[in-house]
């Protein structure tokens, strides 16, 4: 099984602390891993899909078609993803390699029909909030997965980061459980 684990976050903190536990966790798989921060992805699309590919894109996207799980890894930000993460789906689900609306290859007939995802991500407040505005940083990305044929999606999160009951020890011990639910969903 080949993985592929997009991390958006920060290098350091809570997110950061859970994508180390799951590189750890998945170490054996040797899974791709695209740490967005430490890549040099452009945020904008100059033309929009007229753009010609570039190397990197090319190179990303021949991992993703390789993959059978993407796992995604990010914080949320004001109920949403973090704006590196947006530009990582814009510049690699690209028509004709994700889904193609030429050949009527799209949703359930998605070119990436046969993979599957795994979404992970941390907030500070509590779940409450986000499922108030109908979890936004989730259905932002669930979106694309589904135009590209991804619907076997798996759902995590750790909330209430920002509370004072979050203690060190707390945080460990929920990243740890997150860690081998992850670990189980894939079999390992």
């Avoid at 890549?39 to 010609?52: H, K, R, V």
């Avoid at 590209?148 to 759902?155: D, L, P, R, V």
């Avoid at 740890?176 to 189980?184: C, D, P």
Wanted: include cysteine; hydrophobic fraction near 35%; glycine fraction near 6%.
């Amino acid at each position: 099984m080949m993985i592929s684990i997009i991390y958006g976050g920060n290098q350091t903190g809570v997110c950061f602390e859970l994508y180390q536990s799951i590189l750890k966790r998945l170490n054996q798989s040797n899974p791709h891993v695209f740490n967005l921060q430490q890549m040099d992805l452009p945020f904008i699309l100059y033309n929009g899909y007229n753009s010609e590919l570039t190397e990197q894109q090319q190179n990303i996207i021949a991992i993703l078609n390789q993959s059978d799980t993407f796992i995604f890894i990010y914080p949320l930000y004001w109920f949403n993803m973090p704006p590196i993460m947006k530009s990582f789906i814009d510049q690699t689900f690209w028509p004709e390699h994700a889904f193609s609306f030429k050949h009527k290859q799209y949703f359930k007939k998605g070119l990436w029909k046969d993979k599957k995802a795994i979404i992970l991500y941390t907030q500070g407040g509590p779940e409450v909030f986000h499922k108030f505005k109908k979890r936004m940083g989730y259905h932002v990305l669930k979106y694309p997965l589904n135009l590209s044929g991804i619907y076997q999606i798996t759902t995590y999160h750790l909330d209430n980061l920002n509370r004072s009951k979050h203690k060190k020890d707390t945080t460990e011990k929920l990243i740890k459980r997150l860690t081998m639910k992850v670990g189980r969903n894939l079999g390992l």
